[in-house]
């Protein structure tokens, strides 16, 4: 529902509370404390049905008897009387309410799970939306709304926290307020009966008071929905996030707690990275980040120049960078000499930057100005410790007063102690620069900002096409997937599951099957040369363990004396294995190849899961792996190898020449497709997965396959381009163009596509005068979310990025995802081709599909040629009383609400 009747929620202009009472240390009491003392400005009802007055306040018996419709309703009553209290409100018209009752079902028993339900049934049919249940409240300072039990009341700021769980929330409320923190929001959420992280998330992206968005996440609900409004989050304002239980015995402690079974936490690590959100590990690295993304850039990159008067803090800086990926900048020659021009003979002359002991202000001014010229270095963090020679005070005047460039490296500080370095604490404060306790904090802070960078980069970077067109073979996988399910088989056998790779394009090792020990000598006599032979039994997933995999095998004989000493071995090791032959196939000989593991599972929460990493017999003791979820294009594949440590071997290193890094990518890709046509699959592996500068191939596979329980792509996270919208459309000049769901690899062919508009088509489209389509917006248009947007492109059939556009027609659904905003052009030259209203038709038919009611667009009021096609389509136009130059039509395509 995301963002509907939200703002009931967090701007009401009345507000009702149930279970006011004067008894002493009761919630209801605390509620209407605050709810009186907070400041908010519009009327505040009681509800009591066996008190005339709470608080020397009037109440009411029940809902019927209120004076009016509450915009808000808080609950504080016994959790039986809440789904009936929601029913009655929602049929006086009101739209929002907080649940603080517990005793639903975070109980963790039936009574309670059915009381849930019943409180969701009893808000649906009016759109009411609830907070909670079992939660602290809600807070937003903007309108001086206090609707919880909190012990304070947040101080007016512009971060917005939203947490599960009410303690998370009072403890953030009570650490901030001693450092003078301000919120817009604090939300508890509860049990996330309905509204959730991701329509928070929704809401808080387009609120103009909230800066940044914090959240503590114990679980999710609805991952698909949560991604689509984290990555649109992301884009507008910092979204930072703390994830509890992320070991074992913390994810039960999760699971206890909300009812929700907590997902692996590395799952949940790809899936922010994928959003762009930034992730930390505690409440004080959460308000850390924040505060260091409030008073300073980014940074260009990762290398970090390290200025002390101290060299044993320097060691300890250099170490935390080093552990937490970053780099240690090189000092050019041109910052070396000027260096000795100014330090003392007894500096360090490297970096760290020792500039001795008894380094005064000078010192300081002298060395920071010449490392801030240097290109080398995308941040300085500048320590001192406290020394009796030289006064810390003026130190950190000397670094105040060298920075103000709106360019150059971004510069953090640390100043050690306690007493010696609070004034120059102080100082730093009010100056706005970034200062930390310690010089592992100070490197921490570095390292947020180049991931938060490193994080909005990947939102707009641009990916290469896929380096060939490739049509999978997917009804030959569906078939065999089939036929297992048929025959009662989870698993498929080696050489059926190297047949469903290869069908995808992933080059296999040919294997073939044998039903004894003298069949598979057969076999090793017609492929000739050394062979490899494998037991294949359903039971035995892990062959190398009880000896089921011989190798090097030379002749017939040869491989039956081994595949009859192999069924010894296995039926005296596992008797209850069923054994159907063996897998034979031939040596593959790449001397300096590197082994990998290409993977996929399914996550509770997020669908299906990609993995990468380093592969091969000890896969699981090494523990060397990235996760992903799918689609996947090359950047992003890459991306995940870069993730892993085998990532430098890949890449080479003297004696030993690259991997084919595109071939891995392309393997990673294709798989990901593979998971998304054939929901069926739920475990695949490829291992190993050699790799070596001529490409990969895939030696041992096993697919693990299911009922899927839900249709289509519904379990995937993040929905995939939607292949099935593609449309030839012949010409009536005889050529044919392919009408498809826009690409990120378009942004090459959008930009030239641009390029050839006249000024005038731009003015129409873009009601500005605009040059260039820079990256930025490009990238903005190209990589949409297709489950929230849609763009057709009619272009020529072939490779997205590189096939030219002449046409384009956009959908963005708004939040609430009943109203969407169209936009469209087609080239002058294709002008007169019918082309304008094919574009506008499917567009329209698309957003009846999605479910959306009506669709909405701003025309220029000369724009006559767009004016008359929208009359055409049935679309209602009206002025816009504000800006006289522009019509808005409108077109109503479903039901009434």
């Given amino acids: 529902m995301t963002i509907r009747n939200l703002q009931r929620l967090f701007a009401p202009r009345s507000v009702a509370l149930f279970g006011a009472t004067e008894r002493k240390g009761a919630v209801g009491r605390v509620v209407a404390t605050n709810l009186l003392e907070a400041g908010f400005k519009g009327p505040i009802m009681l509800v009591n049905p066996h008190r005339p007055e709470v608080l020397g306040i009037r109440t009411h018996s029940d809902a019927a008897k209120l004076p009016q419709a509450p915009d808000l309703a808080v609950i504080c009553t016994p959790p039986q009387t809440v789904p009936t209290i929601i029913a009655q409100l929602g049929e006086l018209g009101t ?37 909670g249940p079992n939660c602290l409240g809600i807070l937003a300072s903007g309108c001086g709304l206090n609707a919880s039990f909190a012990h304070l009341t947040p101080r007016r700021g512009n971060i917005a926290f939203v947490a599960q769980s009410g303690a998370i929330v009072t403890s953030v409320l009570d650490w901030a307020h001693s450092r003078r923190i301000g919120f817009s929001h604090l939300v508890s959420l509860g049990d996330m009966a309905d509204v959730d992280f991701g329509d928070m998330l929704d809401y808080l992206a387009n609120d103009a008071g909230t800066k940044a968005i914090l959240l503590y996440i114990e679980s999710i609900t609805q991952a698909r929905k949560f991604m689509s409004a984290a990555r649109a989050a992301a884009r507008m304002k910092p979204v930072i996030a703390v994830k509890a239980g992320r070991h074992a015995e913390g994810a039960r402690a999760v699971a206890s707690h909300t009812g929700v079974l907590a997902g692996i936490d590395a799952v949940y690590d790809a899936a922010f990275r994928r959003a762009g959100m930034l992730r930390v590990h505690s409440l004080d690295e959460l308000f850390d980040a924040v505060q260091t993304l409030a008073m300073t850039r980014p940074p260009r990159g990762d290398r970090l120049a390290i200025l002390t008067n101290g060299g044993g803090i320097g060691v300890l800086a250099t170490d935390a960078l080093v552990d937490l990926g970053g780099r240690v900048a090189e000092l050019s020659p041109e910052t070396l000499e000027g260096l000795d021009r100014v330090l003392p003979p007894t500096w360090s002359r490297g970096n760290p930057v020792d500039i001795v002991g008894d380094a005064n202000g000078e010192r300081y001014s ?3 100005s010449i490392l801030l010229k240097d290109r080398g270095i995308d941040g300085v963090a500048v320590l001192n410790c406290p020394t009796a020679v030289a006064s810390s005070e003026e130190a950190a005047q000397a670094v105040i007063d060298n920075l103000g460039q709106a360019w150059g490296p971004t510069v953090l500080t640390s100043w050690v102690g306690d007493g010696a370095a609070a004034a120059s604490r ?57 036929q297992t399910l048929a025959q009662k088989r989870v698993w498929l056998s080696e050489p059926e599951a190297k047949q469903v790779l290869s069908a995808y394009g992933v080059p296999v090792v040919a294997t073939r099957s044998a039903a004894s020990p003298n069949e598979a000598a057969l076999l090793a006599a017609e492929i000739g040369g050394l062979v490899a032979l494998k037991v294949l039994s359903p039971d035995i997933t892990h062959k190398t363990a009880l000896g089921g995999v011989a190798l090097d095998l030379a002749g017939p004989a040869a491989v039956q004396d081994a595949a009859e000493d192999m069924l010894r071995r296995i039926r005296q090791a596992r008797p209850d294995a069923r054994l159907e032959g063996f897998a034979v196939q031939p040596m593959v000989r790449r001397p300096g190849a590197i082994e990998l593991i290409v993977g996929m599972s399914n996550d509770a929460q997020f669908g299906p899961v990609l993995l990468v990493g380093h592969g091969g017999t000890a896969v699981e003791t090494i523990n060397d792996r990235a996760l992903g979820l799918p689609p996947l294009n090359m950047r992003l594949a890459k991306e995940m190898i870069s993730r892993t440590r085998i990532h430098r071997l890949l890449r080479g290193h003297p004696g030993q020449a690259a991997a084919n890094l595109d071939a891995v990518a392309l393997t990673l890709v294709r798989v990901a497709q593979l998971v998304i046509d054939v929901p069926e699959i739920v475990e695949l592996d490829i291992n190993p997965l050699l790799a070596d500068p001529f490409g990969v191939v895939a030696l041992d596979a096993r697919i693990r396959v299911e009922r899927a329980d839900r249709p289509g792509t519904e379990r995937l996270a993040i929905r995939p381009y939607p292949k099935e919208l593609e449309e030839p459309v012949p010409l009536g000049d005889g050529r044919t163009f392919l009408l498809r769901p826009i690409r990120p690899e378009d942004e090459p062919a959008l930009q030239a596509a641009f390029a050839k508009l006249t000024p005038e088509e731009i003015r129409l489209r873009f009601f500005v005068p605009l040059k260039t389509l820079d990256h930025v917006t490009a990238a903005r248009f190209t990589q949409i979310d297709y489950d929230r947007e849609m763009a057709l492109v009619l272009a020529e059939p072939g490779l997205a990025g590189k096939a030219e556009i002449y046409g384009v027609v956009s959908l963005i659904a708004l939040p609430d995802s009943e109203r969407a905003e169209y936009a469209i052009i087609v080239r002058h030259d294709m002008i007169g081709m019918g082309l ?45 009383p504000e800006e006289p130059e522009i019509v808005r039509v409108t077109l109503a395509i479903g039901p009434k609400p």
């Avoid at 907080?98 to 963790?108: D, H, L, S, W, Y």
């Avoid at 038709?841 to 701003?858: E, F, N, T």
């Avoid at 040629?865 to 009206?878: I, R, Y």
């Fill in 366 to 368: 002298d060395a920071l």
């Fill in 426 to 482: 102080r100082l730093f404060a009010e100056r706005r620069v970034p200062t930390y306790d310690t010089p592992e904090q100070a490197v921490r802070a570095f390292m947020y900002l180049v991931n938060y960078r490193h994080s909005q980069q990947m939102l707009t970077e641009t990916p290469p096409s896929v380096p060939e067109d490739f049509t999978p073979h997917i009804e030959r996988v569906r078939q065999l997937v089939a």
């Fill in 836 to 880: 304008g209203i094919l574009l506008m038709r499917r567009v329209l038919d698309y957003a009846v599909s999605r479910g959306i009611r009506q669709v909405y667009g701003d025309v220029l009021r000369d724009n006559r040629s767009m004016l008359k096609l929208c009359s055409v389509l049935g679309f209602t136009q009206e002025r816009v």
């Fill in 95 to 131: 739209r929002a309410a907080v649940v603080i009752t517990a005793g639903f079902a975070e109980r963790r028993e039936a009574a309670g799970g059915e009381l849930q339900r019943a409180l969701q049934q009893a808000s649906r049919p009016f759109n009411l939306r609830i907070v």
